[in-house]
Every structure is written in C-alpha cells, then in structure tokens.
C-alpha cells in the first residue's frame, strides 16, 4: 500500500517517472502489474493460470494457501502438472482428509515411489513434522491438509518454508479466507462443471475479482456414452420410475 | 576435592570432617569410590576416542591424549578444546584441560591449576617458561623428598634443573629424572594406548530417580557420547542400538524398558541419534521411575564415510532423506509415516495397501504391481477408509445433493477367496459438479431397493 502511495505522489510532484519501479528493484512493482517472484516457479501447466501468477507458476519456497470448498473437487488434477515437475523428489501428504489411492496419483504422473503419507494423532504433531518437511528440504512439495490453524502457526511454517525450495501447498477450507494469512499467494477452489473455479484470494499484484475458469483433465472415458446418459436403473418391483428418466 | 562453593566458604584440601562441617553445616561429604572414579575415567576415556586413536590413563586420575594427527581434521587446537570442554560439560565432569608439546608437561601443566583452562603452551620454549616456573612437588617421584628440597631452598623446577645431576640421581633415585627428562622433552616418553573393547555396552547410574523425559535425555546424550568415541576408535557405524531405562527394583522386580532405535542408514555421529532418542523418549510411557541407563550397540558394521560430490545436489542426499523420514517416524511412529505398495487387485480397499517407509521395498517389485497403463482404471485420489452408504430420495443415491451417474458402471466381481465383492461403481456427479465414485451392492439388494455406497472423492 505503502509503495503504492509513493510511487502515485512521485508521479504528481515530478510530472513524469524516469525509471519504471521494476527497473530499480526486484521487489518493487506498480500496482497494476504483477510482480516478479523473487524465488524459484514451477509452471503451473495451464497457461491461463500461470499468466495470473507472479512469477508465471506456482513459487517453491513460500506457503501457498489453497482453501477448498471440501476435498476432491479437482485439487490434485490442479496440482499435477507441478507436482509431475518435482516428482524426483519425495512428495509428502501430510493429514490428508482420507487415505490416499496410489493407483490413482500415478494415473496422475506421480510415481508411487516418492509419495510419503504421513499421519498425525494431534495438531502439534502434524505442525511439528511439517516444520521437520520443510527445515530437510529434501523433499519435492509438501501438501499439508489442516482445518485450524493458528497465525503464528502459519507464519513459522512460512519462515521454514522459506529455507528450503519445497513446493508448500496448506490445503484449508474456504472459511478460512476470512483470516489473516502471511502466505503471499491464496487461491480459492471450486468445482465446475469440467474444472475448478478459481478465486484470487490474495497475490501480490492487482486485485483480480472475476474468478477463472480452468478446465480439468476429466475422469470420465471418452469411449463411453455421453455423460447425459442415465445409469441403468435397476427394475424395482412395479415398474421403471418416471423420476429416474432424464 | 571440594567444589567450588565449598572453596568459597573456605573449605581446603587436607581439613578435617569436623572442621568442614562447622564451616559448611549442611555439607555433604563423600567418600572416595576408586571403583566408581576407574569407571568414570574408563567412559571419559571412551569418549575422547573420537578425537584420537592414541589416548592413555596417567597417574592422579589424568588422561593424556595424542592430538598431533587430529589438529588439522578437527580445526586447530583451539577448536579441539572447545569441543572437548564440551563434551566434559555433557558427561557431567569438570577437568582441568591442558595442551603442550610433551605428554608430561601437558601433565604437569593440568596437576598445577585447578582452573578448567589450565594453561595451553604451543611451542616449546612457551612450554620451557611455563615449566620453570612450576612447583617441585607436582612430580610425584619428588614428594618423599619435599623436606630436603624446601632444606636447600629449591622450589621450582627450574631450580631443580640447575642442580648437578649425579648427585640428585644418587638422593631421588632415577625416577625423578626420567620425569623432568620426559617434561622437557629430552627422552621419548612411551605409553600404553587404551585399546576400546570390542563390543559396546555403557552403563550409568543416574543420582535420583527419574522421571522426566529431558534428563533422560541427558543421560543418554552422555552414553551417546561414549558410543562415538567407540565407535571412531574402532572404526564402525552403528545400525541398531538399544537403550535400556533400568527401574527402581521395589516389591516386584521390574524388567528394564528397552528403546530400540533401527537406522536406514548406518551412523557414527551422535547428533542424529540424539534427536531420534529424543523423540522417542518424549512418546514414552514409563511405568516407574528410572534410577539406570544401559546403551548398548547391537549392530555394528564397517564405517563408509559418504560419497561427497562437488556441487552439493539441492536437497541433500538420499541418507538426508531417510535421516529425515526415520525422524518422522520416531516422534510420530512407523506406522503413520508410509510409503504406498499396491497390490495387482481389482478390489480398491486390497490394491491400496501403504506400508511403513522402513521396510524396504524395490522399486521393481512395486511397479510390477501396477497396471501396465495406470490410466485405463478411472480410480479416484482419496479412497474413503470406510465407506458411506448413502441415504435414497426419489430412488436415486443422495449425498449432499442428488447423485446424477456421469459414467457407464465398472463391475467389480473378486475376491470370492476372502471378503467377496460384487459391485457396480459409477463416477456420479453432484449438482455442485463434484465428482464422486459411488458403488451399488448387486448381492444383498433387499425390499428397499438396490444399497449405494460412497467410496472416494476424485482429487
């Protein structure tokens, strides 16, 4: 905000600016732009996604906020471009909402190989092997499911973050966009018919209100009947029921 | 011996029990243990192993250590004794620590202060001044004779030396002279190296029975410490070692607790068993308090210093993974820390097994289980552990919102050996356009129509 200010004052007293603001420093950019990443990208792998982002993908090396409406709406197909990119490296799914399905994560380019799942009784536990995750950096990316999560919390995972070159994403519910987060980057996710809505929580960059639309690889087999088709319903005593016919 | 608060209070060396008490009312007096000192300088001993292949017992409860060869390796002298303060302040002793070119002289030079730095001399002519200006009676062989030398006046030993050698060798006898000889360098001086044993097991008796996690910490940091000196001066790594919480034998006798540590990776270092003992110790549940510690190697096997590249790759190396992993595994326990090994199965719940990240599994064996085209089976990303059977509105399966079926149905029939399955599984979709995979149960339909179950959630 701050800079903001400075530099629209800067352009009223000397009429012109001389030097653009992202010519003077890395961290600095004008409002209407999108800044540059100080830190490493993946590419996202959908272009339209990666134009929004600064530094054109997801950053390794800081907390990224991805709040859910609820689990399995199509985050993971999100992600798997990136974390095909990072797979020669261990990816850790830490206190996922339900047990993971290997068969499935290799349909989606990550090798069963480098997927750790861990499991934690209790919050402090799960905060703590985060912590641990992130402080190795050995690992590619760390997906990290948790509800309630404290500020200071949130900010320490973001400082661990910080050491290493982990992709981090914070899975959280969308209710949690109400809080303060020090993660420069969240993104609210939710399903579409064919893909995810995408909502710009927070980025460093111009505020962005519309949502965007990216369409998702689908599950469904394209040998199959179009998906309009009902089911065949079974026969229940007294006839077939009108309600079941589309 | 007296402590240091006991020195203040004005309490020294050669008084009487009495005299100490009326000083120092609640003093408290110790026997001398020569048993319980051999041990105490046998584990300290163990324990400068690390530094040195080459360390020897002296008389007056003094080890004399060759560094000369390990100076470079361990950054300089001052460094050394950095971390050998240190690792006396972790054993739980103070010493007084000193450096010199002649093993005797160091010797001297440690007897003659009672401070922890007692002097350091590099050189030799930094070791001559420093000798010279040293009492005569630190030298043992010179005590019998402390009358004659105070008689005429020769106090230190640089007034020992200007007197006419015959005539001390024919009064003090040979000893003395080999001694002030080896100090100041001019005969060689000849030890007997202490030889590590050839299995480990350290043993120590705590002061108080024990509860808390910490001080058991400490404990084992200090037995630790003496298992690398081991493990150094034998040249080994260590794979599993066992520490054993010895209890209080009280109405029953209680069997010890044992903590078995299992490493992925062999290790001569402490700072890693450390942290995994402390993780360990801090799950445990005791059932008494502890008054013993026993660590004991169990398995062993050649030291093989790591490979080490020149560009460091990012991340570490693969035993920094499994370094990390076991860590994880010791706070949280192996069971919470998997690593998936599916089964060529048709029934979800059986294909999807995970096991601990411990148990070594090849990559061969893993793949071979696997479909050879891993995308022709729709499957979803989270598999529900249990799964939801769903509630009917309009004959159709409701979850949140109607159930519409968006695919043909996969008809799963195994398993008639164990647990058979007879299911049709739809991917159905929500009004929201979540995706579900639903099952229908095709054996076991009763009167209300055909059960659906929810059984994953498409990521």
Not at chain 1, 13 to 30: F, M, N, T, V
Not at chain 1, 166 to 185: E, V
Not at chain 2, 288 to 303: K, N, S, T, Y
Request: net charge positive; with cysteine.
């Amino acid at each position: 905000m701050f800079i903001q200010y400075f530099f629209a004052s800067y352009m009223n007293c000397s009429g012109s600016i001389s030097a653009a603001p992202e010519s003077l420093h890395p961290s600095l950019w004008l409002a209407s732009q999108l800044a540059r990443s100080d830190t490493r990208c993946i590419d996202t792998g959908h272009p339209t996604l990666s134009a929004q982002l600064p530094g054109g993908g997801w950053p390794t090396g800081t907390l990224v906020d991805l709040l859910l409406q609820q689990p399995g709406i199509g985050e993971m197909r999100l992600l798997r471009p990136a974390l095909a990119a990072v797979a020669h490296r261990r990816i850790v799914l830490l206190q996922p909402p339900h047990p993971p399905q290997a068969l499935a994560m290799a349909a989606l380019g990550v090798p069963p190989s480098q997927l750790i799942w861990v499991r934690a009784t209790r919050t402090a536990d799960a905060l703590w092997a985060a912590e641990q995750v992130l402080r190795s950096g050995s690992c590619g990316a760390l997906l990290f499911w948790q509800n309630n999560i404290r500020a200071e919390n949130l900010r320490r995972l973001h400082l661990a973050a910080q050491a290493g070159e982990t992709l981090f994403f914070m899975m959280r519910p969308l209710a949690a966009g109400q809080d303060a987060s020090p993660a420069p980057l969240r993104l609210s996710l939710r399903p579409q018919a064919g893909g995810i809505e995408i909502g710009f929580v927070k980025r460093r960059g111009p505020q962005r209100d519309a949502t965007l639309f990216l369409p998702l690889t689908s599950y469904l087999p394209n040998r199959h009947a179009p998906v309009d088709r009902t089911a065949p319903a079974p026969v229940a005593a007294g006839g077939v029921h009108t309600e079941l016919v589309h | 011996m007296a402590s240091q608060a006991a020195q203040d209070a004005g309490v020294r060396t050669g008084m009487r029990r009495g005299g100490v008490l009326m000083l120092l009312p609640d003093a408290r007096i110790h026997e001398r243990a020569p048993a319980l000192e051999a041990d105490a300088r046998q584990a300290v001993a163990l324990a400068l192993l690390q530094y040195t292949p080459q360390v020897a017992e002296g008389e007056e409860s003094t080890l004399l250590m060759d560094v000369g060869a390990s100076l470079r390796l361990f950054g300089g002298i001052r460094a050394l004794c950095r971390r050998i303060h240190a690792n006396m302040r972790a054993l739980g002793f103070t010493a007084s620590l000193a450096c010199a070119p002649t093993a005797r002289g160091a010797w001297l030079l440690a007897r003659s202060s009672s401070r922890v730095r007692a002097g350091r001399a590099v050189r030799m002519e930094a070791l001559l001044r420093r000798l010279d200006r040293l009492a005569v009676l630190l030298m043992p062989p010179a005590r019998p004779y402390a009358a004659w030398f105070e008689g005429i006046g020769c106090y230190t030993l640089g007034d020992l030396r200007r007197l006419p050698r015959p005539g001390l060798q024919r009064r003090c006898g040979r000893g003395l002279l080999d001694l002030l000889d080896a100090a100041y360098g001019l005969v060689p001086e000849l030890y007997e190296w202490i030889a590590p044993p050839e299995t480990f097991r350290a043993r120590l008796e705590l002061y108080d029975r024990i509860d808390d996690a910490d001080l058991l910490l400490a404990g084992a940091q200090c037995l630790l410490l003496q298992l690398t000196g081991w493990l150094c001066a034998r040249q080994l790594a260590v794979e599993r070692i066992t520490l054993q919480l010895e209890h209080e034998r009280g109405r029953v006798a209680r069997p010890p607790t044992n903590v078995e540590i299992v490493l992925a990776e062999p290790t001569w270092r402490d700072e890693h068993l450390v942290r995994l003992l402390k993780e360990r110790l801090g799950r445990l549940t005791l059932e008494a308090p502890v008054i013993g510690l026993a660590l004991e190697a169990l398995q062993v096997r050649p030291m093989a210093p790591p490979n080490a590249s020149l560009f460091p790759e990012p991340g570490g190396s693969e035993d920094d993974r499994m370094r990390m992993l076991e860590l994880l595994a010791a706070r949280l326990g192996a069971d919470n820390v998997l690593q998936p090994l599916p089964l060529a199965d048709y029934r979800p719940e059986q294909a999807n097994v995970w096991v601990p990240v411990q148990q070594k599994v090849s990559d061969k064996a893993r793949n071979a289980q696997l479909p050879p085209d891993v995308l022709s089976l729709p499957r979803p990303t989270w598999l529900l552990a249990r799964p939801i059977a769903l509630l009917m509105r309009d004959h159709r399966p409701f979850y949140g919102s109607p159930l519409r079926m968006a695919s043909n149905p996969e008809r799963l029939e195994a398993g008639w050996w164990d647990g058979p399955e007879t299911r049709d599984y739809f991917i159905a979709e929500g009004l929201d356009h979540t995706l579900y995979w639903v099952y229908r149960e095709r054996i076991g339909t009763d009167d209300n129509g055909p059960k659906w179950y929810l059984h994953g959630l498409f990521g």
